[in-house]
């Protein structure tokens, strides 16, 4: 048996998949943030390309992906799928891991797969600009790498923690062409009014997504780019699970389980949602979405209309959270460091198709430690919750004397975390616990929008 299982470049998936098709309850749409009625098409023009808002409503269950975009795509897709056997006899297990690795684009992750679909749109109806937000870092990389392809300006929002954090991925972005701001910054009204409130406040992708919609919305020829969250986003990153499908077919297997961490949700949406289409068909098949517990959205979270931003400036949208005004704590998986959740993923949850799993960041980082020690990478904080869920799923199995076969995305490496791994080992990590006490006020505020929305 290969240990990795590749697909040539005439194999890359030529569509992405849209599992909104396939849902037998529809999503509920996104809210006006005055207005409390569902968006139109209009009210997103400001911010996207036509395409992509399209893409955002369509129920179309398969989306062609466009020539330029693949030629892209094959610098480092297919991406390889690789039996974990050293992991697995490091954890003494029964089971059969594999994972998907995301983290041999030249950014790090998964990110690109919709920052250049994204860049590609936005520069076929004549934007010059792209705003964006960035948690870890390796969304900006991301859109900074695709932008540069296209000829676009790229103004990158970073969140202050990560900015101090990870100052290489700032330069990472520069040398492909973008202009990186620390947020809360000087640069935007909301930026200065939350520096003015507080100065020391560390930033969150809440705040950073505020400041990247004003800069977009202020200069008609710029738009805006989020690297999660919304459909259009996790359709894209759908290519990881059909690349995936193809390459368990050659390796002679199916998944039990799939594992993926959640930030927002787009790659876990992406590996996921392709095995869901099968699983609505009758495949039985377990898919469980791993998150901090220093920001558990999807196991702590309530599910209502919040922002998708601290600002307010976002559409309303349907999804589990922690309010907008959540702050979460300075973890260094600063990717899933998010209020909110994608309304779909949040949706699946709900029905019952998906489950969710917490884990505090010690256990993460040991986890992350064995995995390099045993298949060499060394991943990204975020990616490492995915790899502590595997491990304990595996012994979950093992004591039950039911060994499973594991599918996890490996969403990408942690070459610019090491302040991370460092702090780790100096023993200067600490565990933190979500208390919804702290989030009271917040969720009852939203309980009295989601009150107001009307639907008609
Ligand atoms: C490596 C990595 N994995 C996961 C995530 C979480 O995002 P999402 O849930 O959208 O995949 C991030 C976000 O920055 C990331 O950088």
Not at 360 to 382: C, D, N
Not at 430 to 437: G, I, K, P, S
């Amino acid at each position: 048996m290969e240990k990795k299982i590749t697909l040539s470049e005439a194999e890359l998936p030529q569509r992405w998949y849209n599992i909104i098709s396939d849902l037998p309850e529809k999503p509920a749409p996104p809210v006006h943030p005055i207005e409390l009625r569902p968006v139109k098409p209009d009210d997103l023009e400001p911010l996207f390309p036509m395409a992509l808002i399209e893409q955002e409503m369509s129920d179309k269950r398969y989306i062609e992906i466009p020539v330029d975009v693949l030629d892209i795509y094959r610098i480092w897709r297919p991406t390889p799928l690789i039996r974990a056997k050293k992991l697995e006899e490091a954890i003494e297990t029964k089971c059969k891991i594999y994972y998907k690795n995301e983290s041999v684009s030249p950014p790090g992750s998964h990110k690109p797969n919709t920052a250049v679909a994204q860049a590609y749109y936005n520069y076929k109806e004549g934007i010059e600009t792209v705003t964006t937000e960035t948690g870890a870092g390796q969304w900006g990389s991301a859109l900074s790498f695709a932008c540069n392809f296209f000829g676009l300006n790229c103004k990158v929002f970073m969140v202050k923690v990560s900015y101090q954090q990870k100052p290489y991925r700032k330069s990472m972005m520069k040398v492909w062409g973008a202009e990186v701001h620390s947020s809360p910054s000087e640069e935007t009204e909301i930026g200065r009014r939350i520096l003015s409130e507080s100065p020391d406040n560390p930033g969150s992708l809440g705040i950073a997504i505020s400041e990247a919609i004003e800069v977009a919305v202020k200069d008609e020829k710029a738009h805006y780019s989020l690297g999660s969250v919304l459909n259009h986003v996790l359709l894209h990153q759908t290519i990881i699970g059909e690349e995936a499908i193809k390459q368990m077919g050659i390796a002679g297997d199916y998944p039990d389980v799939v594992i993926g961490c959640v930030g927002g949700g787009s790659n876990f949406a992406g590996i996921v949602f392709p095995f869901i289409r099968e699983k609505l068909k009758g495949k039985e098949i377990e898919a469980i979405a791993v998150e901090p517990t220093s920001c558990p959205t999807l196991t702590k979270g309530e599910y209502l209309y919040d922002f998708g931003d601290t600002g307010k400036m976002t559409p309303l949208l349907l999804m589990h959270t922690l309010g907008h005004n959540f702050i979460p704590p300075k973890i260094h998986a600063g990717g899933l460091r998010y209020h909110g959740m994608a309304p779909l993923l949040s949706h699946l949850v709900k029905n019952g198709l998906i489950k969710a799993r917490a884990y505090p960041q010690l256990e993460v980082f040991e986890a992350a430690v064995t995995f390099a020690k045993s298949e060499g990478i060394i991943p990204a904080p975020e990616t490492s919750h995915a790899i502590r869920c595997v491990v304990d799923v595996a012994k979950e199995a093992d004591r039950e004397g039911k060994p499973k076969t594991i599918l996890f995305n490996f969403s990408g490496h942690g070459h610019f975390d090491m302040t991370a791994y460092e702090q780790y080992f100096e023993g200067n990590l600490e565990d933190y616990f979500f208390d919804m006490r702290d989030a009271k006020k917040n969720i009852e505020e939203l309980r009295e929008i989601n009150r107001n929305i009307s639907m008609s």
